[in-house]
Every structure is written in structure tokens, then in C-alpha cells.
């Protein structure tokens, strides 16, 4: 989280295909004017120290989790690596009894650490507003289902950082955009507040929640979860590798030492890891991991429904993941075995 990389902030929500022109047009449905002066904070990071104290933070911390995306920008087309910051929704206070009722909409917000807007919705009909701004016209769509859901889209840049707000909720007060808004103005103020606190502790411990870090003067194990459908799992620990840096998984067949898909899925297993100089903190992390599959080639090739491909892939198999650290150098932190079932894709 410590990179050398400019700070946004981004706060969205998992949307379902057909929202912010991905096939199909959703209709407008007016405006709202809402007051950003809350976000006036974001332009106190613009000193690479303060984005310096706020990363290492934020990786710190249970209620967010910190990861890398490649983008390619420009006409020369280069490559270059964003953090970015997600918060599940539920960690906002009193939502509830506001949010939309379906299954498809997934609220959450994303700390993105690039003052740019993401190249994937330079071509959307975003607001885009200054930090601070205390009138703003953000326009608000109908969901071209039945669901009667509204959404929007802002963007608030200030200094080196962007703050972009996606809400879908039935509702035209925008309440989650608000309280999102202040409930991470909070948090920066303290950040930016408590600098020197973060560089000796390596968090601001009164915004720190339960869960965040556990003291053990011993290491503790992996555990690997069933996730959300068959083949995924959550991988989740705690570590300290006492220096800035990033893990990522790898996937051992246990019977033959073979590695499955090397750095399987490492776009989504990459997650950012709090440290401190204290051995005995150790701070937490969840990856999702898409389990691999230990067919063999020919059995890949197979139908389907082939009885031989079934029998194989009902066979108990099983895959010894490790979590590896990316620092000044490379090396392992924990492993666990378990039976698992590939994710079929």
C-alpha cells in the first residue's frame, strides 16, 4: 500500500451488466443536487508523505482491502499499476433499511490510488466535480428492469486523489453516496491528523476495527473457506511481514509437488498486507481464490458429461496453497492443505 502512487478515492458499487452502458440503456430520471464539502480532506494528500501514512494505513485495517490493477493508458498504450481499496457496504453504519432489495446490486466502496478517472469509464456520463464543492447536479438513472432502482455516478478530484461515488438504491436522496461521503472524510481526517502515529504504529488505532489485527507471539494458520459458488474460496491469515508489500497465492497439487496454474489468478489474489516492527502484531488479509484444476490434459479435452472426466473430477485431490509475500524479496508466509473442487469456468 506504500507505493509511490497518487491516491484516489473510489466509492462503487458492484453493478449488474446492464448498468453505466454495458449492452443496454438505462432511462434518465432527473437530477439531485448534493453538498461534497465534506471532501474538501482529499486535497491534504497531496504530499507523498500523507498518501505514504494513508496506504499503510488503510492496509492495516479489517474494513479495507487493498489491491493492484494494470490499466493501459495513452496512445502509447503503456501499462501502468493502480491500487485501489475496497470497503464492503455493510461496513457503513445504518444501511440496511435503505439499500435496494435485490440480489444483483452489491454496494460497496473502493479507495482508488491514482488521481486519474479509470480509463474503463472515460467514455461514461460521469459528474465530475472539485473537492469541497458544496453544489452539485449529479443525474440519477432508472434500472431497465423492474426493480425501479436509481443510479449514479460522481467523481470528486481534489490534490492528487479522486473520490468516485456509484450508488443504486430505490431511493432518490442518494443516502449512501451522503454517508459514504462523510463516513471517509472522517477516516482521512485522521489520517491526516495522526501522520506520525502511523509511521511509528503503522495504523491510526482508534479507527482500526476489531478483527484488524491479533498479538501472537506465534504464527497463525491459513484458513481456507468455500466461497460464494463451487471452486471459489476465501483465503484469509494474518501475517507481518514487517516491511511494505504485497501477497499473492500459489496453488501445489499436495500428491505430486506439481505447481497448478503458477500464481493462479494473481490479478485476483494480489492484496496489499499491514506491518509493523512489532513481531507479535499481526494483521489480516482475505484473498478470493479460483481453485485450479488438477485434470490432466486429456481429461480437459474430454465432453463435459464424459463419465472418465466426472469420475476424475470427483476424485478427492488435495491442494496445498501458499500465500507468498512480495517485498524487497520474495518468499513464502504460510501454506495449508485442503481437498478442494476446481473452479469451472
Known amino acids: 500500500m506504500h507505493r509511490q502512487a497518487m491516491v484516489a478515492l473510489i466509492l462503487c458499487a458492484a453493478c449488474p451488466v446492464w ?5 443496454t440503456t438505462s432511462r434518465p430520471a432527473g437530477k439531485v443536487v448534493l453538498d461534497c464539502s465534506s471532501t474538501q ?3 491534504s ?5 500523507a498518501r ?19 490499466e493501459i493508458t495513452g496512445p502509447e498504450k503503456r501499462v501502468k499499476r493502480v491500487l485501489e481499496a475496497e470497503k464492503p457496504v455493510q461496513r457503513l453504519k445504518d444501511t440496511d433499511d435503505w439499500l435496494a432489495p435485490t440480489a444483483m446490486i452489491q454496494h460497496h466502496v473502493t479507495l482508488r490510488f ?13 459528474v465530475l466535480a472539485d473537492a469541497g464543492a458544496t453544489s452539485v447536479e449529479v443525474p440519477l438513472s432508472v434500472a431497465p428492469d423492474d426493480s425501479h432502482t436509481l443510479g449514479s455516478e460522481l467523481m470528486i478530484q481534489g490534490g492528487s486523489m479522486t473520490l468516485e461515488i456509484r450508488e443504486y438504491n430505490l431511493g432518490r436522496e442518494r443516502t449512501l453516496t451522503k454517508k459514504a461521503m462523510q ?9 491526516k491528523d495522526n501522520i506520525e502515529e502511523i509511521e511509528r504504529n503503522g495504523y491510526v488505532r482508534k479507527w482500526l476495527p476489531d478483527g484488524s489485527m491479533r498479538k501472537s507471539a506465534v504464527e497463525l494458520p491459513l484458513e481456507i473457506r468455500e466461497g460464494f459458488s463451487r471452486g471459489m474460496y476465501d483465503v484469509s491469515g494474518y501475517v507481518n511481514p514487517q516491511e511494505k508489500g504485497y501477497i499473492t497465492l ?17 490479478w485476483r489474489t494480489v492484496q496489499y498486507v499491514g506491518w509493523s516492527s512489532r513481531r507479535d502484531e499481526k494483521f489480516s488479509f482475505e484473498c478470493e481464490l479460483a ?16 463419465p472418465r472426466r466426472l469420475k476424475a473430477m470427483a476424485a478427492e485431490q488435495e491442494i496445498r496453497v501458499e500465500v507468498w509475500f512480495h517485498g524487497k524479496e520474495e518468499r513464502k508466509l504460510r501454506e495449508a492443505t485442503k481437498v478442494l473442487v476446481p473452479w469451472m469456468r
Open 52 to 70: 505514504e501514512a494513508l496506504l499503510r494505513h488503510l492496509c492495516a485495517s479489517a474494513a479495507w482491502r487493498v489491491t493492484a490493477r494494470s
Open 41 to 43: 480532506v482529499l486535497n
Open 250 to 266: 500459489r496453488t501445489i497439487h499436495a500428491r505430486t509437488g506439481k505447481a497448478l496454474e503458477d500464481d493462479v489468478n494473481s
Open 19 to 23: 448498468w453505466g452502458g454495458c449492452g
Open 45 to 49: 494528500f497531496a504530499e507523498v508523505r
Open 114 to 126: 491514482d488521481s486519474s478517472p479509470p480509463s474503463h469509464r472515460e467514455k461514461r456520463g460521469y
Open 183 to 191: 463516513q471517509v472524510a472522517e477516516e482521512l481526517s485522521a489520517v
Open 291 to 306: 481453485a485450479p484444476s488438477y485434470l490432466t490434459e486429456d481429461e480437459w479435452k474430454m465432453e463435459p458429461e464424459d
